[in-house]
């Protein structure tokens, strides 16, 4: 039988991104500050199981049902951007130049994993797309085999609607080298090319 110790070392090494050796080390930090660490987070963690919703508007994740964004009365309701998870609109977010609303589809297409379009919040997007004045729907969908069969099919769908569908561009990160870039990267950045100056 393992020690609490240990049970609560092999738990945080099922979290990604912590491997066995890290999740010794968390524990041992943890317990060593009990009252400033252990305690807050075994609070923070039981409350945002108790409390954390997913909105049955957007997919977000937050504290109330429609989330936060989806309440904010300065964004724009005509631009729905479109991403695979939370994670991604959460990146979005961090880089404070979208001001519309979100859809989170919980994934993407895949006939290898067996995710076909049932799978996923498709239907209520275009319910959304559909019925609240939306104009533009951006596919921010990641840059994959998975996501570009998405956007294609997404775009198939949404068209007919009558919104306008547009991509994020894909190519060259800012502060990128050209030696530095994989091949697909390069040909995107070549194909999304646009007038300079």
Not at 55 to 65: A, K, V
Not at 68 to 96: G, H, I, K, Y
Not at 118 to 133: E, F, M, P, V, W
Request: charged share 25%; with cysteine; hydrophobic share 40%.
């Amino acid at each position: 039988m393992l020690s609490p110790l240990d049970h609560l070392a092999r738990q945080l090494a099922r979290l990604p991104g912590i491997g066995p050796r890290s999740a010794r080390r968390m524990v041992l930090h943890m317990l060593k500050k009990r009252e400033g660490v252990m305690y807050p987070l075994i609070d923070s963690m039981t409350r945002a199981a108790e409390q954390v919703k997913e909105c049955t508007t957007c997919g977000n994740l937050g504290g109330s049902d429609p989330c936060e964004l989806c309440t904010d009365r300065t964004r724009d309701p005509t631009l729905l951007c479109v991403v695979e998870s939370v994670a991604d609109l959460w990146a979005m977010e961090r880089a404070r130049v979208f001001r519309g609303r979100y859809h989170v589809l919980g994934g993407t297409l895949s006939a290898l994993d067996g995710v076909r379009p049932a799978d996923l919040r498709i239907d209520k997007l275009l319910t959304r797309a559909n019925d609240a004045g939306v104009k533009e729907v951006i596919l921010a969908l990641n840059a994959t085999v998975e996501g570009q069969t998405t956007a294609h099919y997404l775009a198939e769908r949404l068209v007919p609607i009558g919104v306008s569908v547009t991509r994020l561009a894909h190519g060259l990160p800012v502060g990128g080298e050209l030696d530095h870039l994989d091949d697909g990267t390069l040909a995107a950045a070549l194909l999304a090319r646009r007038q300079a100056g």
